[in-house]
């Protein structure tokens, strides 16, 4: 089963940054958190994935609290092309299965 | 990133015939890969772990004799979908564990199956 809840939907305005909450309260220690996104009929897209530390890429960056019972996946500039279903996942790393749970639908709105 | 290629994207098949969907990893080697299905709407579901050279792990409520999976090499895993009634009809997608690029996995385009 999932482990994460994510709000169903939010919107953001293009230009402005997309600030997407992910709650993981029973998360382990070894466990990641991971973010991919699925734009309609097509498989999910890697965004990001930490530990414990702050991640940034060229997508997004991924802000864990310290507590890792949270996190925030955060796009810098949305564009309309990020509209799109974000999922949060946890686990634990290689061989392990993802369980998606209901993901939120961010619209970007022009 | 690693690419995860699935055939056929779509396919329409007759009820009570099987369809056979196939899952590559192109760059890299998979000894693990995932099949997922999701209806329209929702999220996805996992249906099972194919592990290369061994027999599949079901996830609860899937039946394994309805979908066969295969996972004969380190870069190639099948579903079948046996004697497929129009109720089988979903969009499936495979992933696979790439551990190279700092223990990520990467998902295929997905296949829509159509079961008339």
């Known amino acids: 089963d999932a482990k994460t809840t994510q709000p169903p939907s939010m919107d953001c305005a293009e230009g402005r940054a997309a600030n997407l909450p992910c709650n993981h309260s029973?998360?382990?220690?070894?466990?990641?958190v991971y973010w991919y996104r699925q734009i309609h009929s097509q498989g999910p897209q890697y965004i990001i994935h930490g530990l414990k530390n702050n991640e940034t890429n060229e997508m997004a960056s991924l802000i864990i609290t310290e507590d890792r019972k949270s996190s925030t996946l955060i796009l810098p500039h949305a564009t309309l092309r990020d509209t799109a279903v974000y999922y949060c996942?946890?686990?634990?790393?290689?061989?392990?299965?993802?369980?998606f749970g209901t993901g939120t639908s961010l619209t970007v709105i022009p | 990133g690693a690419v995860v290629s699935q055939h056929p994207s779509w396919v329409i098949c007759k009820s009570g015939t099987s369809v056979k969907i196939e899952c590559r990893s192109l760059?890299?080697?998979?000894?693990?890969m995932f099949w997922y299905r999701q209806f329209p709407k929702q999220s996805l579901m996992l249906m099972a772990t194919?592990?290369?050279?061994?027999?599949?792990?079901?996830e609860q409520g899937v039946e394994k004799d309805k979908f066969l999976i295969n996972h004969a090499s380190l870069t190639l895993s099948t579903l079948t979908v046996t004697s497929a009634h129009p109720e089988d009809s979903s969009f499936y997608i495979c992933?696979?564990?790439?551990?190279?690029?700092?223990?990520?996995?990467?998902f295929g385009e997905g296949s829509w199956l159509t079961v008339v």
């Open positions: 194919s592990n290369e050279g061994s027999k599949a792990t079901y």
């Open positions: 992933s696979a564990w790439d551990s190279r690029s700092g223990n990520t996995i990467y």
């Open positions: 760059d890299f080697q998979a000894t693990t």
């Open positions: 996942i946890v686990s634990q790393d290689t061989g392990n299965q993802f369980y």
């Open positions: 029973t998360i382990s220690g070894n466990e990641y």
